[in-house]
């Protein structure tokens, strides 16, 4: 092949460099889910929310959601979307609950706790289609406790930080040993869409897996969902440095962390987005390859995005040491 065919080929073709992967400090913690349960006030489990300041009970697919925030916790400034994700906790031996701090990524080290995204066009080479406006979609279950349900969703997993780098071992259930460094919960969602339908009842359905292997190998789309999308994936550092002293875990040997929907395995963990990004920003993004640094895109400092909170709406202590889970929620296994 002709170096001029070669070099052409490399600047269509998505490498694995060419992924979007930015930081987003938290924007408030508290009870709502607007997605699963719109309108509701406070929601069943407690949430981590980061990105645009418009999120809110509501969130109907109407809103202008980039028109109605004022500002983001992401680095690139026309994301507006909204993130979240259950909270993690810790069970003391004398069954008292204390929540899990988060903690910035490596290279993100400015950022108050949030998540780092990533917006992967593919591995292999191919267009995709971005998310528009109205799309939310969230990936995981809640009610799992076990590895046969939860293997119906591909990589939502968990990293034993034994250094803020480590990125092997991701396990499907919960570190059984001291992390280090923390927990890192990696959510990866499904890479293909429908192309018609902006969210559908159990908001999973209008999206799906690769037919046969993965994203990562350039596994095709089905039929039912011929649309490649960005792979949507999300890495949110749980801070267990306090908990981690083993004469502080159950006697039983078990490990003490326990997720904010009750789970103490692993296996419902779960995660949301309402995309909010401004016109075809993200799709320049993809077309483009651009990387953490994407001059297509406006971008602001860490110490900015950090600026951008919200009040909590529901009004519930979840500091110190709690006798359960916020909203009572049992913990099931
Ligand atoms: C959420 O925000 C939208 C847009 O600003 C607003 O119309 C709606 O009433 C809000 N909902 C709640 C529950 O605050
Ligand atoms: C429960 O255990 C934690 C961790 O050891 C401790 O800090 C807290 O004071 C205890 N609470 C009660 C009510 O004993």
Redesign the pocket.
């Known amino acids: 092949m002709q170096w001029s065919k070669l070099i052409a080929l490399a600047l269509i073709a998505p490498s694995v460099n060419a992924l979007l992967r930015f930081s987003c400090s938290q924007l408030v913690v508290e009870r709502l889910d607007p997605l699963v349960a719109p309108?509701v006030s406070p929601s069943s489990h407690l949430h981590q929310i980061i990105g645009g300041n418009?999120f809110?009970?509501?969130m109907d697919p109407a809103?202008d959601i980039p028109g109605?925030s004022t500002c983001t916790t992401c680095t690139f400034t026309e994301d507006f979307s909204n993130y979240w994700t259950a909270v993690l906790f810790f069970r003391a031996r004398n069954g008292t609950f204390h929540r899990v701090p988060q903690r910035a990524n490596q290279g993100f080290e400015q950022a108050n706790g949030g998540m780092t995204v990533y917006y992967t066009p593919s591995y292999t080479g191919g267009s995709v289609t971005a998310f528009s406006p109205g799309f939310r979609m969230l990936v995981g279950n809640p009610m799992f406790r076990s590895e046969a349900e939860a293997s119906q969703f591909r990589q939502l997993t968990f990293t034993c930080l034994d250094t803020l780098g480590t990125r092997t071992g991701e396990t499907m259930d919960m570190p059984t040993r001291p992390c280090q460094e923390g927990i890192m919960a990696n959510i990866r969602f499904p890479t293909c869409w429908d192309g018609v339908n902006l969210d559908s009842a159990d908001h999973q359905s209008h999206v799906a897996y690769p037919q046969s292997g993965t994203f990562e190998s350039g596994g095709p789309c089905p039929s039912t969902h011929p649309v490649p999308i960005p792979q949507l994936f999300y890495e949110v550092i749980w801070d267990t440095r306090q908990f981690n002293d083993q004469n502080e875990w159950p006697e039983d040997g078990s490990q003490p962390f326990v997720w904010s929907y009750g789970d103490p395995t692993g296996y419902g963990t779960h995660g949301d987005y309402v995309f909010g990004w401004q016109g075809d920003a993200l799709q320049k993004a993809m077309d483009s390859n651009c990387n953490i640094y994407c001059p297509e895109l406006g971008s602001q400092d860490i110490n900015q995005a950090n600026q951008c909170t919200m009040q909590p709406t529901v009004q519930e202590d979840i500091s110190g040491w709690l006798d359960e889970l916020p909203g009572g929620m049992p913990v099931t296994s």
Do not use: R
Request: glycine share 14%; proline share 0%.
């Open positions: 309108g418009s809110n009970a509501s809103n109605e």
